[in-house]
């Protein structure tokens, strides 16, 4: 075999396993929710309460979604009915969602309070007390509630 026939199957062997390699992969598009999320800007002037959740969704963190959720409805259904509370529930798993990890602190499924001002973000609060208090589902509304409030008051 001569250095060009040689060269011509190095080429061909490597554009081979490239297109095994991209065939391999899990390609996909996001989901509507998710493109939202990821490219979504935060409000003028809210509170954002982020529940954030990897691929896995276990019952205790579905608990801590589910608590969290209802707590937060009960104490500021005004203040969410006026936009100035806001749920979301991101998976911070997601490519298109890893930022959130970094920016938040986020090793786990955990709620993320963000308080925002002219549209950006002013101060953020992981409250990764709910994995200790998921068992007192009183004590996390409590907590959720408390915490709320007081990046709402500050």
């Not at 969602?97 to 549209?119: M, Q």
């Amino acid at each position: 075999m001569n250095a060009k026939n040689l060269t011509a199957a190095t080429l061909l062997l490597f554009v081979a396993v490239a297109v095994v390699v991209l065939v391999g992969r899990e390609v996909r598009e996001p989901t509507a929710d998710e493109a939202d999320v990821a490219s979504e800007q935060l409000p003028d002037n809210a509170l954002v309460v982020y529940y954030f959740h990897g691929e896995m969704r276990c019952p205790t963190c579905r608990n801590i979604e589910n608590y969290s959720h209802e707590a937060v409805q009960a104490a500021f259904a005004e203040e969410m009915a006026q936009d100035k509370v806001l749920w979301k529930v991101v998976n911070y798993e997601q490519p298109e969602n890893s930022h959130f990890a970094a920016d938040y602190e986020i090793v786990s499924p955990t709620v993320v309070l963000v308080r925002t001002a002219d549209g950006k973000k002013v101060d953020w609060r992981n409250l990764v007390r709910v994995w200790e208090l998921v068992g007192d589902r009183e004590a996390l509304t409590e907590y959720v509630q408390n915490e709320t409030r007081s990046m709402l008051g500050s």
